[in-house]
Antibody, heavy 117, light 109 residues
Framework: QVQVVQSGAEMKKPGASVKLSCKTSGYSFTSYYVHWVRQAPGQGLEWMGMIITHSGGAVYAQKFQGRASMTRDTSTSTQYMELNTLRPDDTAVYFC??????????WGQGTLVVVSS | QTVVTQEPSLTVSPGGTVTLTCASSTGAVTTDYFPNWFQQKPGQAPRALFYSATTRYSWTPARFSGSLIGDKAALTLSGVQPEDEAEYFCLLYYRGAWVFGGGTKLTVL
């Protein structure tokens, strides 16, 4: 069965970087893209971008261009999302999502990132 | 910057019917926007309900339906159950980017 498992919670100071992981299994890794979505406390969902798993290319939301980096490791079916120059308003739960044929079907459990001095 | 608008909150009685909508600031929502719908309960990850406006997943309850109504995407719940109380988000694709609506908090009362 399809599984999407994310790494554990992180606490970072402003200005630092964080790198989250998302391990997928149960399907052909390169047949689906993986997107990243975040949700600040008590707020809605925000699309951050996607990794094109078969090529390694990435597309970012304009807001995150230059500050986010999405990569993948085909040998372990793991996706990574690194966010740099963290600010307190980056405090959020970060989700990775499997996407195929424009269907956002399987979501990870989410990773809480807290940015605080 | 595309803005996707949903009703902030709706209330429905158990057994009733309610329609949630999803509008785009760019104009009429069509299948080219690949509308997706999600349900989210507190402390949980979103759960996918529909994609491409009307296509359900194997786990989507039959009382849920997705459609395009007028110039919006719509999610209709018929025979609402207490467990349907949740926040519902729509998601639209536009010019290489995806944009979520602000969400509709559905109360079953």
């Amino acid at each position: 069965q399809v599984q999407v498992v994310q790494s554990g919670a992180e606490m970072k100071k402003p200005g630092a970087s964080v790198k989250l992981s998302c391990k997928t299994s149960g399907y052909s890794f390169t047949s689906y893209y993986v997107h990243w979505v975040r949700q600040a406390p008590g707020q809605g969902l925000e699309w951050m971008g996607m990794i094109i798993t078969h090529s390694g290319g990435a597309v970012y939301a304009q807001k995150f261009q230059g500050r986010a980096s999405m990569t993948r490791d085909t040998s372990t079916s793991t996706q990574y999302m690194e966010l740099n120059t963290l600010r307190p308003d980056d405090t959020a739960v970060y989700f990775c999502v499997r996407v195929g044929y424009n269907a956002f079907d399987y979501w990870g459990q989410g990773t809480l990132v807290v940015v605080s001095s | 910057q595309t803005v996707v608008t949903q009703e902030p909150s709706l209330t429905v009685s158990p057994g009733g019917t309610v329609t949630l909508t999803c509008a785009s600031s760019t104009g009429a929502v069509t299948t080219d926007y690949f509308p997706n719908w999600f349900q989210q309960k507190p402390g949980q990850a979103p759960r996918a309900l529909f994609y491409s406006a009307t296509t359900r997943y194997s786990w989507t309850p039959a009382r849920f339906s997705g459609s395009l109504i007028g110039d919006k995407a719509a999610l209709t719940l018929s025979g609402v159950q207490p467990e349907d109380e949740a926040e519902y988000f729509c998601l639209l694709y536009y010019r290489g980017a995806w944009v979520f609506g602000g969400g509709t908090k559905l109360t079953v009362l």
